[in-house]
Protein backbone atom coordinates (compact mmCIF):
# COMPACT_ATOMS: atom_id res chain seq x y z
CA UNK A 1 0.00 0.00 0.00
CA UNK A 2 1.28 3.17 -0.89
CA UNK A 3 0.75 6.70 1.14
CA UNK A 4 0.80 9.89 -0.77
CA UNK A 5 0.67 13.34 0.59
CA UNK A 6 -2.22 15.54 -0.96
CA UNK A 7 -0.41 18.80 -0.62
CA UNK A 8 1.55 21.09 -2.88
CA UNK A 9 3.32 22.65 0.21
CA UNK A 10 7.27 21.61 0.33
CA UNK A 11 7.08 21.82 4.35
CA UNK A 12 4.23 19.38 4.25
CA UNK A 13 5.87 16.73 1.58
CA UNK A 14 9.41 16.49 3.58
CA UNK A 15 8.03 16.16 6.60
CA UNK A 16 6.19 13.30 5.55
CA UNK A 17 8.87 11.83 3.26
CA UNK A 18 10.88 11.69 6.86
CA UNK A 19 8.59 10.08 7.96
CA UNK A 20 8.25 7.51 4.59
CA UNK A 21 4.43 9.37 4.43
CA UNK A 22 5.36 10.20 1.08
CA UNK A 23 5.42 7.05 -2.07
CA UNK A 24 4.03 10.18 -4.08
CA UNK A 25 2.54 13.54 -4.23
CA UNK A 26 -0.91 14.81 -5.37
CA UNK A 27 -1.52 17.66 -6.02
CA UNK A 28 -5.02 19.80 -7.64
CA UNK A 29 -5.17 23.82 -8.92
CA UNK A 30 -6.65 24.70 -5.60
CA UNK A 31 -3.66 22.82 -3.51
CA UNK A 32 -1.48 24.65 -6.23
CA UNK A 33 -3.29 28.53 -5.53
CA UNK A 34 -2.51 27.65 -2.09
CA UNK A 35 1.41 28.14 -2.49
CA UNK A 36 3.61 31.00 -3.45
CA UNK A 37 5.38 30.63 -6.85
CA UNK A 38 4.76 29.59 -10.03
CA UNK A 39 2.99 26.64 -11.17
CA UNK A 40 5.54 24.78 -13.05
CA UNK A 41 8.23 26.14 -10.57
CA UNK A 42 6.24 24.59 -7.34
CA UNK A 43 5.87 21.33 -9.30
CA UNK A 44 9.43 21.30 -9.94
CA UNK A 45 10.18 21.48 -6.24
CA UNK A 46 8.21 18.86 -5.54
CA UNK A 47 9.70 16.13 -8.22
CA UNK A 48 13.56 17.27 -6.67
CA UNK A 49 12.09 15.97 -3.12
CA UNK A 50 10.22 13.43 -4.26
CA UNK A 51 10.69 10.59 -6.30
CA UNK A 52 7.33 8.74 -6.79
CA UNK A 53 4.56 9.80 -9.23
CA UNK A 54 3.93 13.20 -8.75
CA UNK A 55 0.57 14.49 -10.13
CA UNK A 56 0.02 17.28 -11.46
CA UNK A 57 -3.60 18.42 -13.02
CA UNK A 58 -4.21 20.45 -16.26
CA UNK A 59 -6.67 23.28 -16.35
CA UNK A 60 -7.47 22.74 -20.59
CA UNK A 61 -11.15 21.23 -20.77
CA UNK A 62 -10.51 20.10 -24.69
CA UNK A 63 -8.97 17.24 -25.53
CA UNK A 64 -6.30 19.00 -27.60
CA UNK A 65 -5.73 21.55 -24.76
CA UNK A 66 -5.10 18.50 -22.36
CA UNK A 67 -2.80 16.95 -24.88
CA UNK A 68 -0.93 19.66 -25.24
CA UNK A 69 -0.51 20.76 -21.79
CA UNK A 70 -0.18 17.33 -20.16
CA UNK A 71 2.76 16.72 -22.86
CA UNK A 72 4.41 20.15 -21.71
CA UNK A 73 4.11 19.12 -17.76
CA UNK A 74 5.27 15.53 -18.83
CA UNK A 75 8.65 17.40 -19.47
CA UNK A 76 8.85 19.27 -15.91
CA UNK A 77 10.43 15.86 -14.69
CA UNK A 78 10.28 11.52 -15.50
CA UNK A 79 8.11 10.98 -12.51
CA UNK A 80 5.57 13.78 -13.47
CA UNK A 81 1.76 12.01 -13.76
CA UNK A 82 -0.91 14.18 -15.58
CA UNK A 83 -3.98 14.57 -14.01
CA UNK A 84 -7.09 15.15 -15.78
CA UNK A 85 -10.70 15.54 -15.16
CA UNK A 86 -13.51 13.14 -15.72
CA UNK A 87 -14.97 14.56 -18.76
CA UNK A 88 -15.91 13.33 -22.11
CA UNK A 89 -12.89 14.84 -23.71
CA UNK A 90 -10.96 14.07 -20.71
CA UNK A 91 -10.87 10.49 -21.57
CA UNK A 92 -10.41 11.06 -25.26
CA UNK A 93 -6.88 13.09 -24.32
CA UNK A 94 -6.15 9.94 -21.94
CA UNK A 95 -6.22 7.41 -25.00
CA UNK A 96 -3.86 9.60 -26.90
CA UNK A 97 -1.19 10.25 -23.80
CA UNK A 98 -1.70 6.64 -22.66
CA UNK A 99 -0.52 5.58 -26.51
CA UNK A 100 2.55 8.08 -25.89
CA UNK A 101 3.54 6.51 -22.73
CA UNK A 102 2.29 9.48 -20.78
CA UNK A 103 0.92 8.41 -17.24
CA UNK A 104 -1.81 9.41 -16.66
CA UNK A 105 -5.07 10.49 -12.93
CA UNK A 106 -8.32 10.65 -13.90
CA UNK A 107 -9.98 13.05 -11.20
CA UNK A 108 -13.26 13.75 -9.65
CA UNK A 109 -14.66 10.08 -9.91
CA UNK A 110 -17.56 10.16 -7.94
CA UNK A 111 -18.74 6.92 -9.21
CA UNK A 112 -18.20 3.31 -10.56
CA UNK A 113 -19.36 4.02 -13.97
CA UNK A 114 -16.79 6.83 -14.72
CA UNK A 115 -14.38 4.95 -13.34
CA UNK A 116 -14.93 2.17 -15.61
CA UNK A 117 -14.61 4.32 -18.49
CA UNK A 118 -11.36 6.06 -17.13
CA UNK A 119 -9.66 2.56 -16.79
CA UNK A 120 -10.72 1.75 -20.60
CA UNK A 121 -9.23 4.83 -21.89
CA UNK A 122 -6.24 3.80 -20.62
CA UNK A 123 -5.85 5.77 -17.40
CA UNK A 124 -2.81 4.54 -15.49
CA UNK A 125 -4.74 5.68 -11.88
CA UNK A 126 -8.17 6.74 -10.71
CA UNK A 127 -9.09 9.06 -8.23
CA UNK A 128 -12.43 8.62 -6.48
CA UNK A 129 -13.46 11.63 -4.10
CA UNK A 130 -14.55 9.98 -0.65
CA UNK A 131 -14.91 12.74 1.47
CA UNK A 132 -17.16 15.03 -1.20
CA UNK A 133 -19.32 12.18 -1.24
CA UNK A 134 -19.92 11.89 2.08
CA UNK A 135 -20.58 15.69 2.44
CA UNK A 136 -23.48 15.41 0.34
CA UNK A 137 -24.85 11.95 2.34
CA UNK A 138 -23.50 9.22 0.09
CA UNK A 139 -21.26 6.62 1.35
CA UNK A 140 -17.52 7.29 -0.13
CA UNK A 141 -15.98 3.83 1.31
CA UNK A 142 -18.67 2.21 -0.25
CA UNK A 143 -17.53 3.85 -3.92
CA UNK A 144 -14.05 2.51 -3.38
CA UNK A 145 -14.92 -1.05 -2.25
CA UNK A 146 -17.21 -1.39 -5.61
CA UNK A 147 -14.63 -0.23 -7.52
CA UNK A 148 -11.85 -2.07 -6.32
CA UNK A 149 -14.07 -5.20 -6.88
CA UNK A 150 -14.37 -4.20 -10.45
CA UNK A 151 -10.62 -3.68 -10.96
CA UNK A 152 -9.83 -7.30 -9.22
CA UNK A 153 -12.39 -9.10 -10.99
CA UNK A 154 -11.33 -7.36 -14.32
CA UNK A 155 -7.49 -7.77 -14.30
CA UNK A 156 -7.09 -6.67 -18.00
CA UNK A 157 -8.45 -3.21 -16.46
CA UNK A 158 -4.75 -2.34 -15.21
CA UNK A 159 -5.71 0.71 -13.48
CA UNK A 160 -4.86 1.70 -9.80
CA UNK A 161 -6.79 3.35 -7.73
CA UNK A 162 -5.74 6.42 -5.54
CA UNK A 163 -8.24 6.81 -2.84
CA UNK A 164 -8.76 10.96 -2.26
CA UNK A 165 -10.42 13.60 -0.25
CA UNK A 166 -9.67 11.35 2.89
CA UNK A 167 -10.66 13.68 5.80
CA UNK A 168 -10.89 11.24 9.25
CA UNK A 169 -8.84 8.56 10.49
CA UNK A 170 -11.81 5.95 10.18
CA UNK A 171 -11.47 6.41 6.28
CA UNK A 172 -7.29 5.86 6.20
CA UNK A 173 -8.03 2.41 8.58
CA UNK A 174 -11.14 1.36 6.15
CA UNK A 175 -9.55 2.10 2.71
CA UNK A 176 -6.20 0.12 4.31
CA UNK A 177 -8.20 -2.77 5.88
CA UNK A 178 -9.49 -2.90 2.10
CA UNK A 179 -6.37 -3.34 0.50
CA UNK A 180 -6.83 -0.24 -1.60
CA UNK A 181 -3.34 0.35 -4.17
CA UNK A 182 -2.66 4.25 -3.20
CA UNK A 183 -4.38 6.60 -0.39
CA UNK A 184 -3.44 9.71 -0.69
CA UNK A 185 -3.57 12.02 2.64
CA UNK A 186 -3.22 15.32 3.59
CA UNK A 187 -0.69 16.40 5.81
CA UNK A 188 -3.28 17.43 9.07
CA UNK A 189 -4.96 13.57 8.74
CA UNK A 190 -1.55 12.25 9.11
CA UNK A 191 -1.14 14.09 11.90
CA UNK A 192 -4.16 13.44 13.47
CA UNK A 193 -3.08 9.59 12.63
CA UNK A 194 -0.15 10.24 14.40
CA UNK A 195 -2.08 11.19 18.12
CA UNK A 196 -3.69 8.83 20.92
CA UNK A 197 -4.74 10.81 24.25
CA UNK A 198 -3.68 7.50 26.07
CA UNK A 199 0.00 7.48 24.28
CA UNK A 200 0.04 11.16 25.89
CA UNK A 201 -1.15 10.51 29.01
CA UNK A 202 1.03 7.32 29.35
CA UNK A 203 4.74 9.12 28.36
CA UNK A 204 3.52 11.45 31.17
CA UNK A 205 2.88 9.25 33.48
CA UNK A 206 6.26 7.56 32.55
CA UNK A 207 7.99 10.62 32.57
CA UNK A 208 6.57 11.44 36.18
CA UNK A 209 7.76 7.47 37.20
CA UNK A 210 11.17 8.03 36.25
CA UNK A 211 11.64 10.67 38.12
CA UNK A 212 12.37 8.51 41.19
CA UNK A 213 15.40 6.62 39.95
CA UNK A 214 16.48 9.26 37.60
CA UNK A 215 18.82 11.34 39.53
CA UNK A 216 20.30 7.87 42.01
O1 LIG B 1 -6.51 15.35 -4.36
C1 LIG B 1 -7.66 16.11 -4.20
C2 LIG B 1 -8.60 15.66 -3.15
O2 LIG B 1 -7.96 14.89 -2.21
C3 LIG B 1 -9.43 16.78 -2.60
O3 LIG B 1 -9.78 16.65 -1.25
O4 LIG B 1 -10.67 17.50 0.88
O5 LIG B 1 -10.67 18.99 -1.15
O6 LIG B 1 -12.22 17.06 -0.99
P1 LIG B 1 -10.90 17.60 -0.60
Sequence with gaps: MDIYVDSANLNEICQAKELGLADGVTTNPSLIAKENGKFEEILKGICHEVSGPVHAEVLSLDAEGIVKEGKELA??????????????????????????????????????????????????????????????????????????????????????????????????????????????????????????PLTDSGIEQFCKDAEKFKNL
Design 75 to 196: KIADNIVIKIPMIHDGLKAVRKLDAEGIKTNVTLIFSAGQAILAAKAGATYVCPFLGRLDDIGHDGLELLSTIRTIFINNPDLRCQIIAASTRTPAHIVELSSMGVDILTVPSKLLTQLEKH
